[in-house]
């Protein structure tokens, strides 16, 4: 003979679960006004031509053609990518060896936070610094000056420009991820690093085989953020390597500021089609790189060590 048990359900289980969407409601409102709306929004203002004001003409596809068929967009797509890599390698390295550095170091949450300190600045004002520090009469060349060399480089020479841009972002970013790498590898127990120690192990090869692949996970989601980060670079570009009024040389574009020159031009007539179409192209490019690098970052995740 078989025995059906039927269990009553929990009452405060169904109160809960009723509670979810009241809850819940509010921030998907909110959500949905500030982020679907206008992304719906701009995608459909890619598809015409529109100068901020009267009726919007049908475009099609012609504003997807135009930029792409444009040097000043393809020079745009080519510093994005540089700053993706080039910058990224270099933010992770630094950050991979402060982290290395600062491990066993005394008084390391002192410089912890003073290697996090940029990273509280608003980027517009790191970037009015860097440009007073980098003046060919700035603090950087006058230091260099006293330390004996006559000419110093000129960081802000059109042909250096963007390798300074470079460099200022990788001062500014290197030191938020430092901070997260050094709270994933605190969470990695002391007994690992001892019976490394014991068995001779440099502070190299400990944290290559303990600290990195204990801290795979946070890698990887450092490494979306940066990601993300890097495509819509903007307000450092902007204001430092911008006269007032006036928008950064071409040479120095990026596709937030390409986006950004359609939209607000220093002369003529808006067109926020191509500035939305670029930012559509910006937002694919974001969702295609992010899946690509969680799924890169997930097959080493499973690797044995």
């Not at 921030?27 to 203002?45: C, D, G, N, R």
């Not at 480089?153 to 460099?167: D, H, S, Y």
């Not at 192209?281 to 044995?304: A, K």
Request: charged fraction near 15%.
């Amino acid at each position: 003979m078989t025995t059906i048990v039927v269990r009553a359900e929990n009452p405060f289980e169904k109160s809960r679960r009723r509670m979810i969407g009241p809850f819940l409601a509010p921030a998907l409102v909110v959500y949905t006004l500030v982020m679907v709306v206008p992304s719906v929004f701009t995608v459909w203002i890619s598809f015409n031509d529109w100068a901020g004001a009267g009726p919007m003409e049908w475009a099609g596809l012609a504003n997807y053609r135009e930029m792409l068929r444009d040097p000043v967009f393809g020079q745009a797509f080519l510093n994005t990518v540089k700053i993706l890599v080039g910058v990224g390698g270099a933010v992770f390295f630094v950050s991979f060896l402060l982290t290395m550095l600062l491990q066993d170091m005394f008084g390391r949450k002192f410089v912890r936070a003073v290697v996090f300190f940029p990273s509280l600045v608003p980027g517009l004002v790191i970037a009015i610094m860097w440009g007073f520090m980098l003046d060919p009469d700035g603090l950087a060349n006058s230091l260099l000056k006293s330390l004996g060399i006559a000419e110093p480089p000129l960081w802000l020479a059109p042909e250096n420009m963007f390798a300074t841009v470079m460099g200022g972002l990788t001062w500014l970013a290197a030191g938020t991820y430092t901070v997260i790498f050094m709270a994933a590898a605190d969470r990695i127990p002391r007994t690992f690093y001892e019976a490394a120690e014991l068995d001779g192990a440099s502070a190299v090869r400990r944290f290559w085989h303990i600290t990195l692949p204990l801290m795979w996970d946070v890698i990887g989601v450092c490494a979306v953020l940066w990601a993300i980060g890097a495509l819509k670079t903007f307000e450092f570009v902007l204001v430092f390597a911008g006269a007032t009024g006036s928008l950064p040389p071409t040479s120095l574009w990026t596709f937030s500021v390409y986006a950004y020159a359609g939209a607000f031009p220093s002369d003529g007539v808006p067109r926020y089609g191509i500035a939305s179409a670029s930012a559509v192209l910006t937002m694919l490019l974001t969702v295609v790189l992010t899946l690509l690098v969680r799924r890169v970052m997930g097959r080493r995740e499973g690797t044995d060590y």
